[in-house]
Antibody, heavy 120, light 110 residues
Framework: EVQLVESGGGLVQPGGSLRLSCVGS????????MTWLRQVPGKGLEWVSL????????YYADSVKGRFTVSRDNSRSTMYLQMDSLRVEDTATYFC?????????????WGRGTLVTVSP | QSVLTQPPSASGTPGQRVAISCSGS????????VYWYHQVSGAAPKIVMY???QRPAGVADRFSGSKSGTSASLAISGLRSEDEGDYYC???????????FGGGTKVTVL
């Protein structure tokens, strides 16, 4: 069974940093692009970042560009999201998802998410 | 303001057919595939349609998808209580170089 488990969320002050992890199991991790998405409580879904199989190609939403850094360690079947200069508006549940390469089979599946709260 | 436009709500009685629209532009839906996700309150979203009209394994054939020009649609026939929740459309946007989502449509089974 394909599983994704996010961790690293928590409470942080504005301007602070946090690093999220996403561990994949049940599939060959290094043969899939991986994606971070987020959802503000009570609001819709927002794409955050996409990383290719090897990590050579990376894309970010404008809202996080220059502040967030995505990376992956295929030997550990893990993707990371380093979040710096955090803002109150970054408060959300962060999901990782398998896939996301354009034209592919979509984000499938998603992890259960980890909550990031940015507050003074 | 979402890049893709969806109606905020849709409803139907059990057994009825419900259709959800998703409108975009030539940069996203007009030039790329559309994907649909279903989210039940508090849970992780699940994919119900990919590449416009392809059903993932395990998704009931009551779900169907279509795309024409810069718009797409997800239809649910034979509506059931477990179909309730929020449905989101998504597409790659060539101008923004990223994925864009609709604001979501809340489906209620009356």
């Amino acid at each position: 069974e394909v599983q994704l488990v996010e961790s690293g969320g928590g409470l942080v002050q504005p301007g602070g940093s946090l690093r999220l992890s996403c561990v994949g199991s049940g599939f060959t991790f290094d043969t899939y692009a991986m994606t971070w998405l987020r959802q503000v409580p009570g609001k819709g879904l927002e794409w955050v970042s996409l990383i290719s199989l090897s990590g050579a190609a990376i894309y970010y939403a404008d809202s996080v560009k220059g502040r967030f850094t995505v990376s992956r360690d295929n030997s550990r079947s893990t993707m990371y999201l380093q979040m710096d200069s955090l803002r109150v508006e970054d408060t959300a549940t962060y999901f990782c998802a398998k896939g996301g390469w354009f034209g592919g089979p979509g984000f499938d599946p998603w992890g259960r998410g980890t909550l990031v709260t940015v507050s003074p | 303001q979402s890049v893709l436009t969806q109606p905020p709500s849709a409803s139907g009685t059990p057994g009825q057919r419900v259709a959800i629209s998703c409108s975009g532009s030539r940069f996203n839906i007009g030039n790329n595939h559309v994907y649909w996700y279903h989210q039940v309150s508090g849970a992780a979203p699940k994919i119900v349609m990919y590449r416009n009209d392809q059903r993932p394994a395990g998704v009931a054939d009551r779900f169907s998808g279509s795309k024409s020009g810069t718009s797409a649609s997800l239809a649910i026939s034979g509506l059931r209580s477990e179909d309730e929740g929020d449905y989101y459309c998504a597409a790659w946007d060539d101008s923004l170089t990223g994925w864009v989502f609709g604001g979501g449509t809340k489906v209620t089974v009356l």
